[in-house]
């Protein structure tokens, strides 16, 4: 009897779980609307085996008052179909092959359980997310996941740093700023253009001549992607756009100064460029 009860409370666990399926698929925002669908899902598979046990329970006490030569099965044995009510003499079809046989065995009720929840399922699914619209389609689904994704990306890039760019960089000119790019540029530059900026293998950055622009845009640009032409690297992968800012920030202060042994000019003369005010404040955020 135990075996009945746990075999058929797997088949109930079996069709909720059907049910929950869709309910996730559905997602979090699918609203009361969904879950009072899976409710009345689960009720009516319920009415339905509540149902089917009534009617094998009529079919086994119309057996019993019957023939007593038949075999009296339980419900249980009917609906796992473990045997037949009928002999394998009746059973056995009139075809022979070479000795061979076979039997009219039908579909297992508890097959066919199966099968019907399935349509009930389906049927469901269809007036959910075609219908009703309570639910989310892939399409869907996969649009919502890439927004929340790229919010997550901006988030990100803009706590570490990354979302300056060289179309949004703003000039620092505070001491502190400068003095975090210096650390960078004598650690990395220093070996092409000096520490002093004068210039090496790279230009000379103290004086007006500028081969890609004197602006702080065009210098976070000339430092992001680099000049491979030239033998310069692109830094993007190395710093974070607040590395790079920083690192124009110290370039533009070496503007006017007196270096050691001076490269000649390169490039084109620039008109002195007004300073933009201290943005110590938007560098603090």
Not at 19 to 44: K, W
Not at 194 to 219: C, F, K, M, R
């Amino acid at each position: 009897m135990k075996q009945k009860v746990y075999t058929l409370s797997a088949l109930l666990v079996l069709a909720g779980t059907l049910s929950a399926q869709t309910a996730e698929t559905a997602g979090a925002d699918s609203g009361v609307g969904l879950t009072t669908i899976m409710i009345a899902v689960n009720a009516v598979l319920l009415l339905f085996v509540i149902f089917l046990l009534g009617t094998l329970t009529t079919a086994i006490q119309k057996l019993r008052t019957g023939d007593s030569n038949k075999p009296h099965l339980s419900w249980w044995d009917r609906f796992a179909a473990l045997k037949s009510e009928k002999s394998e003499e009746e059973l056995t079809l009139d075809e022979d092959y070479d000795g061979i046989t076979e039997l009219d065995n039908p579909t297992p009720p508890w097959f066919n359980f199966i099968f019907i929840t399935t349509i009930i399922v389906a049927i469901l699914y269809i007036f959910n997310y075609h219908i009703l619209k309570t639910g989310k389609l892939q399409d869907a689904e996969y649009t919502t996941a890439v927004t929340e994704s790229k919010a997550e990306v901006d988030a990100y890039l803009k706590k570490s740093g990354n979302a300056i760019d060289e179309n949004n960089v703003a000039l620092l000119t505070d001491s502190k700023s400068i003095e975090e790019g210096k650390v960078m540029f004598i650690e990395k530059c220093a070996v092409c253009h000096l520490a002093d900026g004068g210039g090496l293998v790279g230009p000379n950055l103290t004086d007006a001549y500028w081969l890609h622009g004197s602006d702080v845009q065009s210098i976070f640009k000339t430092i992001k992607y680099g000049v491979p032409a030239k033998g310069m690297i692109a830094w993007q992968n190395t710093y974070s756009g607040k590395q790079i800012q920083l690192l124009a920030a110290f370039v533009k202060s070496l503007q006017g100064t007196t270096p050691a042994t001076p490269k000649e000019p390169q490039g084109q003369l620039d008109a002195p460029v007004t300073p933009i005010a201290d943005t110590t404040a938007i560098a603090a955020k």
